[in-house]
Each structure stands twice: as C-alpha cells, then as structure tokens.
C-alpha cells in the first residue's frame, strides 16, 4: 500500500471512528483506537505491518513532539509558585506510586502470564525492562477527560483547583521518567552480566542533560525565528517546523526528543511575552494528527497476543489506580492539604491517554526492545480502552463527594 493512502485512511477511518464513539458517549480517543484496531493486520489487514512499524512512524514523531510542545507551554513558573507545594508534593507522590506499584506488579508476576517468542528469556532482559517501562509510562493522566467532566457539572472548589494542578505537572512528570526508564532497560538489555553504575546512572543523565540543552537551543531559537511571522499562519509554519527540527536533530543525537520539545515549550512560555498565540496555533491541526495518531496506535494491537495482554491490561490498571490513589493521599498528607483533596483526590487521577500512547509506540520503535515491544503495546492499549470508559465516573463521584459539583 502507498504511504499517502494509508494516511489517508488513517484520517478518515478515524474521524467516523470518533465521531461514532462521541454518539454513544464514549471519548473520541476509544473510537480512534478501535477503528485501528479494526485496520490492523490481525483483523482486516488494510494496512500493512511494514508500513506502520516503518514509514507511517513520522506520525507518532511528529504528534509527540507537538504533545511534549504543548505540555512544556503549560508549565508556567508564575503559575507554579502560585500552585504551591501541594501540588507538587501530591504530583510526585502519585506519580512516583503508579510506577513503583504497576512496576512490581509487573515484574513479580509478569513471568506467570507471559510467554515470548525466545525460548528460556532472561529475566532482566525482558520482564525487568518490561515492567521499568511500563511502570514509567503509568505516571501520566490525561487532562482533556479531566477538564470536560469538570467544565460538564462547573465543579469548583480546593479539589476540583488541585485537581487541575496535579493533571498539568503529571504528563511533564512521565516524560522525564520515561526517558529515564528507557536508558535504565537499554542498559539491561545490553549489557546485562556486566553492568556498571556509570551505564546504569551517568549515561541516563548525559541523555537528559543533551535534551535539555537541545530544548533550550531550539527555544531561543524559536523566539527569534517568530519575530519574522506576520500573520498566524505563517506562525503555524516556524512553531511546527521548529518542532519537527528539534525532534529530527534529538533522533540524529540519540537524545529523548520529547524532553527536547517539552524544554523549548517550557522556554517559550517564561522568556517571551507574548506567548500565548505560540501554543494556540496548534490547535489549527491538532484534530487530524490525534485522529491519526490514534488510529495509528491502534493497528499495532496484535491479536495473537491478547491472552496475555489482556491480564497485564489489568495489572496495569489496578496497580496504576493503587499507586495513584495511595500516593495522592499520602501526598496531600504529607503537604497538610484539605479533607476533601486527601479523601478524593485519587479518584480524579484514572484517565490516561495521549502521552500514555505516545511513549509505549516510542518504546517499540527501539530496536532494544523488539522482543518486548509488541506485548507491551498491546497491554498499554488495553488498559487505556478500559480506562478512557471508567475513568469518568469516578471523577464525576470525587466531584459530587467533594460537594464542589452541581447537576447539569
């Protein structure tokens, strides 16, 4: 198949696929997922194998590194200072249960349930790293679900403002456990029987520390580089080439791209004045990249595996969910915050989504990862279905509990 069909497909196939799943109540994300789970060549077999786990990649590259922009803009420092300790105590605290608790989940009961294609696997080489990956990636939330109930019953209160905060940190949080996840497994999977405390620890920090300085480079430059931009459409052409720069030039470096592209958002936002128009542009084209995106992910569900990706699905959103919940409350706790945040907070922090996806398809594009990867994205893409259709209602019951909701 050509390329340029097979995005057009995507395009398409996932706009009715959301559009469907919007009628019956559903995110738009579960609809786009679906449909590609439908297109992939363990059902329908429209699109084929080579072309998603080759060419069609750009799409996650590109999406990403516009996602890691958008999550780098919103961390305002001003902002920050206002959202105080409490937010950032909690946001650690959560993210740092959800990927201990699905982590050991994974890796104390992953070898019962899994079966790869190697014969007699080496614990560290696959369900260590597996579990190491995983876990990181079960730090993120996804805010658009959270913002619609809240925006849907006009909640307002210390719950509903914190819960906002927490939802804005958490995604900037997982990308930076990401990238040191990744670096952690790829020393495992290498260099396993001879592994150093400067693999395991120093080559994690070079890796961060280049991205940041790439970010920060491509930051600046982008501040000069739109003083040239009259009109928002060319703006959309130098905030979208610069982010598909600073992506190429992480990759040629080895560096974690989105890191990369989170640091130049972070950069934008605090040193140029004017920010604002910066980020809404992308909004221009955020529809047709998360359609296909999504649809993207989608078809690299394989059904051949779903016996064991559908129980690690479910150890993921039950260790993801406890990890969540306890460290809420004991964040909250240890920052002395309201009654009604320690109580409830943890409820609010299920939905997972764009990041969630993103980072497991980066992680099966690396070749270190290729006996791993397929299950782990099929896992992943379970437990976000699952999530994306529980998730509502136990923020909506937090909200309602807290008193901070009203019916619609």
């Known amino acids: 198949m050509d390329l340029i ?114 014969s007699n696997p080496n614990y560290y080489q696959t369900y260590l790293p597996m579990a190491i990956i995983i876990g990181a990636i079960s730090c993120a939330t996804a805010p658009a679900a959270t913002v619609a109930i809240i925006h849907e019953y006009r909640a307002k209160g210390p719950l509903t403002t914190t819960l906002l905060g927490v939802v804005a940190l958490d995604d900037a949080f997982a990308i930076i456990s990401y990238a040191i996840a990744v670096s952690v497994s790829e020393m495992l999977i290498i260099s396993v029987g001879a592994i150093s405390l400067y693999r395991m620890l120093i080559v994690p920090l070079l890796d961060i520390a280049g991205s940041l300085l790439l970010g920060t480079g491509f930051g600046f430059a982008l501040i000069y580089i739109s003083r040239f931009s009259r009109t928002r459409k060319t703006l959309l052409v130098t905030v979208l080439g610069t982010i598909m720069l600073c992506v190429g030039t992480a990759k040629i470096l080895d560096v974690p791209p989105l890191l990369a592209n989170m640091t130049m958002g972070f950069i934008i936002v605090n040193k140029m004045r004017r920010s604002q128009e910066m980020f809404s542009v992308i909004s221009d084209i955020e529809d047709v990249l998360f359609a296909m995106f999504f649809t993207l992910a989608g078809a690299y569900f394989d059904l051949g595996s779903i016996k064991a990706a559908g129980i690690l699905a479910l150890l993921i959103v039950i260790g993801r969910f406890s990890g969540k919940f306890i460290g809420a409350r004991t964040g909250a706790s240890i920052s002395q915050a309201p009654r009604v945040v320690r109580r409830y907070l943890g409820f609010g922090l299920l939905p997972k989504a764009g990041v969630t996806v993103g980072l497991i398809l980066l992680a099966q594009q690396n070749s270190a990862f290729s006996v791993i990867g397929t299950i782990m994205v099929s896992s992943v893409l379970a437990s976000v279905i699952v999530n994306e259709l529980i998730a509502p209602p ?11 909701a009203t019916m619609t």
């Open 394 to 404: 136990f923020t909506k019951y937090a909200l309602f509990k807290a008193g901070e």
């Open 5 to 118: 069909l097979a995005s057009g497909i995507l395009a398409i196939a996932g706009f009715f696929g959301g559009l469907a799943a919007r009628k019956i109540k559903f995110p738009r994300i579960s609809g786009y997922i679906i449909v590609g789970i439908l297109l992939s060549p363990s059902l329908l077999n429209i699109i084929p194998s080579e072309l998603i786990k080759g060419d069609l990649s750009v799409i996650t590259d590109i999406t990403l590194g516009v996602v890691a922009y958008l999550i780098g803009g919103s961390l305002n420092m001003e902002r920050l200072k206002k959202l105080g300790k409490t937010i950032i105590s909690i946001t650690f605290c959560e993210a740092m249960g959800a990927w201990i608790f699905v982590s050991l989940l994974i890796a104390s009961l992953g070898h019962f349930i899994i079966r790869f294609s190697i």
